[in-house]
């Protein structure tokens, strides 16, 4: 709706071109179009996003001006590990694979579980699954149809800054997400200076394409995710290369000033109805 009285009115109008999957068909793409052909500008997460919504509806590559999204540090409590996992109940010695997000089958928790029955060598293993959602039942029923009750813990959604405490007492992050076009959760296990393993979609790819592309596994595979997660485990470099670069990666793109400089920018190019900005 806001689009069409947008464009009839005169009002100059930037949409943030976000969602738009491979996937997307029916009334969402019909509602996208609208927006995405009568915004004067639009501004999607990544470049992937871009890329692929310039082939999808035909759209010229001058209206788009890539504005991903950014965290504030100062959100977030950043607490002592061992005190963190006596809060949480998790032992010292524990290997905790923390995943944070809706539990829905886009989100790929069942990657996630199918890869944590081929580490069950690794005794210290447990993986904690952080959010709830419509698929949580279906998820549990596969947990206990792996055997993996006394590895695998869903301790529901948490609310405000408590979940500080769960990236302080992790040693690995996963999202193995089916699409994801940006992925919050993956700057914020950063910013802990955990490893992230992520599956190859546009916002993790974003992310960690240019720094940690080895840590990207395909979509929906399992083996690959195990194998990711055995090599945080077994070696202390990449969890040194993670704690020294991660916040540091944060902080350089995607920090709250530089993405606030970047939407000025746009929001000026199109009051002077200037569209070559890309």
Same mark, same amino acid.
């Given at each position: 709706?806001?689009?069409?009285?947008?464009?009839?009115?005169?009002?100059?109008?930037?949409?943030?071109?976000?969602?738009?999957?491979?996937?997307?068909?029916?009334?969402?793409?019909?509602?996208?179009?609208?927006?995405?052909?009568?915004?004067?500008?639009?501004?999607?997460?990544?470049?992937?996003?871009?890329?692929?919504?310039?082939?999808?509806?035909?759209?010229?590559?001058?209206?788009?001006?890539?504005?991903?999204?950014?965290?504030?540090?100062?959100?977030?409590?950043? $607490? /002592?590990?061992?005190? &963190? +996992? %006596?809060? *949480?109940?998790?032992?010292?010695? @524990? !290997?905790?694979?923390?995943?944070?997000?809706?539990?829905?089958?886009?989100?790929?928790?069942?990657?996630?579980?199918?890869?944590?029955?081929?580490?069950?060598?690794?005794?210290?293993?447990?993986?904690?699954?952080?959010?709830?959602?419509?698929?949580?039942?279906?998820?549990?029923?596969?947990?206990?149809?792996?055997?993996?009750?006394?590895?695998?813990?869903?301790?529901?959604?948490?609310?405000?800054?408590?979940?500080?405490?769960?990236?302080?007492?992790?040693?690995?992050?996963?999202?193995?997400?089916?699409?994801?076009?940006?992925?919050?959760?993956?700057?914020?296990?950063?910013?802990?200076?955990?490893?992230?393993?992520? $599956? /190859?979609?546009?916002? &993790? +790819? %974003?992310? *960690?394409?240019?720094?940690?592309? @080895? !840590?990207?596994?395909?979509?929906?595979?399992?083996?690959?995710?195990?194998?990711?997660?055995?090599?945080?485990?077994?070696?202390?470099?990449?969890?040194?290369?993670?704690?020294?670069?991660?916040?540091?990666?944060?902080?350089?793109?995607?920090?709250?000033?530089?993405?606030?400089?970047?939407?000025?920018?746009?929001?000026?190019?199109?009051?002077?109805?200037?569209?070559?900005?890309?």
């Amino acid at each position: 709706v806001l689009a069409p009285v947008c464009f009839l009115l005169r009002i100059p109008l930037v949409a943030q071109a976000q969602g738009i999957y491979p996937s997307i068909g029916g009334t969402r793409y019909v509602r996208k179009l609208f927006t995405l052909r009568l915004a004067d500008r639009l501004a999607p997460l990544t470049r992937y996003e871009a890329y692929f919504a310039m082939r999808r509806f035909r759209l010229d590559r001058s209206r788009f001006a890539i504005v991903p999204n950014f965290i504030t540090p100062e959100d977030y409590v950043f $607490s /002592d590990r061992e005190e &963190a +996992r %006596e809060a *949480l109940k998790l032992g010292t010695t @524990d !290997f905790v694979v923390l995943t944070v997000c809706r539990l829905v089958p886009e989100k790929g928790v069942q990657t996630l579980i199918r890869a944590a029955s081929r580490l069950r060598d690794i005794s210290e293993l447990k993986v904690v699954v952080v959010g709830d959602g419509p698929y949580r039942g279906v998820l549990e029923e596969l947990v206990k149809d792996l055997g993996l009750e006394g590895i695998v813990r869903f301790d529901g959604w948490v609310h405000g800054r408590q979940v500080g405490l769960y990236y302080s007492a992790a040693d690995c992050f996963v999202l193995a997400s089916f699409e994801e076009s940006f992925g919050i959760v993956l700057l914020e296990a950063l910013m802990y200076g955990l490893p992230v393993i992520a $599956s /190859d979609t546009w916002g &993790a +790819r %974003e992310i *960690l394409g240019e720094k940690l592309p @080895d !840590f990207l596994f395909p979509v929906d595979d399992d083996v690959t995710l195990a194998e990711k997660i055995r090599r945080v485990y077994s070696d202390e470099e990449v969890r040194k290369t993670f704690s020294r670069t991660g916040r540091e990666l944060v902080l350089e793109r995607f920090a709250p000033e530089r993405v606030y400089r970047r939407l000025e920018e746009v929001y000026r190019a199109v009051m002077r109805g200037n569209r070559s900005m890309g």
